[in-house]
Every structure is written in C-alpha cells, then in structure tokens.
C-alpha cells in the first residue's frame, strides 16, 4: 500500500510540474509592432506617405488584453499594419509626456483630446495628423483587417465602408 500511496504522489508531482512548465504567456504586444513616439510617427508617415495609427489603450483594459492575445499576433495584422502605418502606442492614463502638432502634453491630454472614452480605440491619422476616423472596442481580426485596408489603400476617400467591406468580401 507504502509503494502504490508513494507512487500516485510521485505521478502527481510530475504531472503538476508538467503544467507549471507550460508558458502560456501571450506574446508581449509591445514587441508585436514597431511602435513609435507620436511626433516620430508623424515625420515619417509625412516622409513616406503613410498614415499613423493611435491604439489607445489602458493596463486594465480586458478587451485591449484580448486584442493584444487574438488580434495583434496575426501575421496578416502585422503585415498590413507595417505597409499603411506607423503605430503609436497610447497609454490613456498615462502622464508621460509626448509631441502632437508641436505641442507637449501627457497620454491622457491627448487622449481626452481625440475624446477617448473607452478602451480599446483605435485613431487613424492621415500623413498631415489629420484624423481620418477613429474606431473604439475590441475588432476581430477579420474586420480588422478590412479597417486597415480601408484606411490603409484611402478607399475612405471615396466610398463609403460599407461599400468597401462588402467588395472585399466578394473578392
């Protein structure tokens, strides 16, 4: 009885090492993109005629969590978001300062200036810091992909989204 009582908590031991060795720690979302400080983003979206994209998000958030995990390890999301964007990392509780259209201010100024409410939102900015659209909530990788193409290709300079998603759908 000794042998068989020495042997279960032997198997037991091993198998909860086994699952303590797994790492099932998402990737760090911060090393997904090649995230820039804003007034960077915009010297070189305004040198390379590309865009700047904004994710204003907070520690906190469960749905920016869920957009790091499901969405931003997309290849397809990296990929597009490197040929339209310069990404911008916006922390919207944060009093870091940065540089928007020569002026200094904190995360959260800048955030309660494009009137970020919620967490995740997304802001798109053409080449100039002109705000194209802005989109909050968690996407799904699917639609998230159109949202960039559609911004990303200026598809939203003549046609509606509407439109545009449901030609991309036929294609």
Request: a negative charge; glycine letters at 6%; aromatic letters at 14%.
């Amino acid at each position: 009885m000794h042998l068989k009582t020495t042997f279960l908590f032997f198997a037991f031991s091993l198998f909860s090492i086994s699952i303590l060795a797994q790492d099932d720690t998402p990737p760090d979302p911060k090393k997904m993109f090649d995230w820039k400080p804003l007034k960077e983003a915009q010297k070189l979206a305004s040198e390379n005629d590309k865009k700047v994209l904004i994710y204003g998000n907070a520690r906190w958030c469960t749905y920016c969590k869920k957009m790091e995990k499901e969405v931003f390890p997309s290849k397809e999301v990296q990929e597009r978001t490197e040929k339209h964007f310069y990404p911008v990392w916006l922390d919207i509780e944060s009093q870091d300062s940065l540089s928007f259209r020569g002026k200094t201010m904190t995360h959260r100024q800048l955030a309660m200036g494009f009137r970020i409410t919620g967490t995740p939102t997304f802001i798109f900015l053409d080449s100039e810091g002109e705000v194209i659209a802005g989109q909050p909530g968690f996407i799904p990788e699917e639609l998230y992909l159109t949202i960039l193409d559609f911004v990303g290709s200026d598809a939203y300079l003549d046609q509606d989204f509407g439109e545009f998603s449901g030609a991309a759908e036929e294609q």
